[in-house]
């Protein structure tokens, strides 16, 4: 249809068509918009997000976790939140994400060992395919296989000395 290339739009009361520039129609330009968006929803992926208490394995059941860009794992900004909310009674957050992105998961303290700075991060498009899961350094015993289109994150609540910030 030539509507796509901008070159016409509706049709007169005599059933002629009227021609008009792509970019100076207001429905030319709400079309491209639209494709824009669309095409941007369908290239995002359903990532389940799983997170148990590392000392317990059991869910970390109504929490508000957060989901974020982990692209450069030095920011010293705060990183960009794709999605934010609480866990559903299993442990259990979903996200549509971008595949092409690198994410974390921040709300809780997670299991990681002492020596580790950096939170851990994953590709989206791994995800997809093969699945992630943290190491859990709370308890060892306490672990569980990846599933594609899954993160799995080991959490702890927080000491008091790490809520008053003590060394």
């Known amino acids: 249809m030539r509507l796509l290339l901008g070159l016409t739009w509706g049709f007169s009361p005599t059933s002629r068509l009227r021609t008009v520039g792509a970019l100076s129609s207001a429905p030319a330009l709400l079309l491209v918009v639209l494709v824009l968006v669309l095409s941007r929803s369908l290239a995002a992926e359903t990532v389940r997000i799983r ?9 970390w059941a109504k929490k508000h976790i957060e989901v974020y860009d982990a692209s450069d794992p030095h920011e010293k900004s705060l990183p960009h939140t794709f999605a934010e909310g609480k866990t559903n009674k299993e442990g259990i957050f979903v996200v549509n994400l971008d595949p092409s992105t690198v994410v974390g998961v921040a709300g809780a303290f997670r299991c990681l060992s002492k020596t580790q700075t950096i939170a851990p991060r994953w590709r989206v498009a791994d ?25 799995v994150v080991f959490v702890r609540p927080e000491t008091l000395k790490e809520i008053l910030d003590i060394d």
């Open 51 to 59: 997170v148990i208490d590392g000392r317990n394995g059991h869910p």
């Open 127 to 151: 995800i997809i395919v093969t699945g992630g899961v943290q190491e859990n350094f709370c308890n060892f015993k306490i672990t569980t296989a990846p599933a594609p289109g899954e993160i």
